[in-house]
């Protein structure tokens, strides 16, 4: 099984500062023949459901800021909010999707306002 | 608009059993493999289960294997997950699930459902 994990599991981060939350996979997530990471990010605040942000590593979902955005291949992976805004607390998980139908995601990390 | 809505969730005894469902809306359901998602609470996202259109194909995440069933009805658009020998570890927010048109990222989550195991 693929396993992912996640640094730091926690950060604190000024408003309009940049936050970078790291994502490692156990093994490559990227597909040879299609040239693509088997890669996603999510965002989920207290309460709510998850809600997708990147997929194929740096494909931004429609309606996400371009504050967001997803980079790395093979198994490092990075999520970059460029200037973190007050409704960007959350919790953000990474998730491997290359060994479909089977999938797993990271532990999460906690970003909150410094 | 896509719509997921779970319903069956509550507190059930250790070893007791529940059914939850996911009734599906805003999309061909048909056409779309589905899966259960859950979150112990305060904790991380696990996926559970995943089913086939045709249900034909069933996966499931090693913790409830011969436990837990994954199943459809795709005339009436719902999604199942039959638990059984249900244990405390599996408390958590159980979330009905789409992927996405052009890969297995989950493009669509309901807003999921809770479920108990408690004496």
């Known amino acids: 099984d693929i396993v992912m994990t996640q640094s730091p599991d926690s950060l604190a981060v000024s408003l309009g500062e940049r936050a970078t939350i790291n994502c490692k996979s156990s093994q490559s997530v990227l597909y040879s023949s299609n040239n693509k990471n088997y890669l996603a990010w999510y965002q989920q605040k207290p309460g709510q459901p998850p809600k997708l942000l990147i997929y194929w590593a740096s494909t931004r979902d429609s309606g996400v800021p371009d504050r967001f955005s997803g980079s790395g291949s093979g198994t490092d992976f990075t999520l970059t909010i460029s200037s973190l805004q007050a409704e960007d607390v959350a919790v953000y998980y990474c998730?491997?999707?290359?060994?479909?139908?089977?999938?797993?995601f990271g532990p999460g990390t906690k970003v909150d306002i410094k | 608009e896509v719509q997921l809505v779970e319903s069956g969730g509550g507190l059930v005894q250790p070893g007791g059993s529940l059914r939850l469902s996911c009734a599906a809306s805003?999309?061909?359901?048909?056409?779309?493999?589905m899966s259960w998602v859950r979150q112990a609470p305060g904790k991380g996202l696990e996926w559970v289960a995943n089913i086939k259109q045709d249900g034909s194909e069933k996966y499931y995440v090693d913790s409830v294997k011969g436990r837990f069933t994954i199943s459809r009805d795709n005339a009436k658009n719902s999604l199942y997950l039959q638990m059984n020998s249900l244990r405390a570890e599996d408390t958590a927010v159980y979330y009905c699930?789409?992927?996405?048109?052009?890969?297995?990222?989950?493009?669509?989550w309901g807003q999921g459902t809770l479920v108990t195991v408690s004496s």
């Open positions: 699930a789409r992927r996405g048109s052009s890969g297995w990222y989950v493009r669509y």
């Open positions: 998730q491997q999707y290359y060994s479909t139908p089977i999938f797993t």
């Open positions: 805003g999309f061909t359901f048909s056409s779309y493999w």
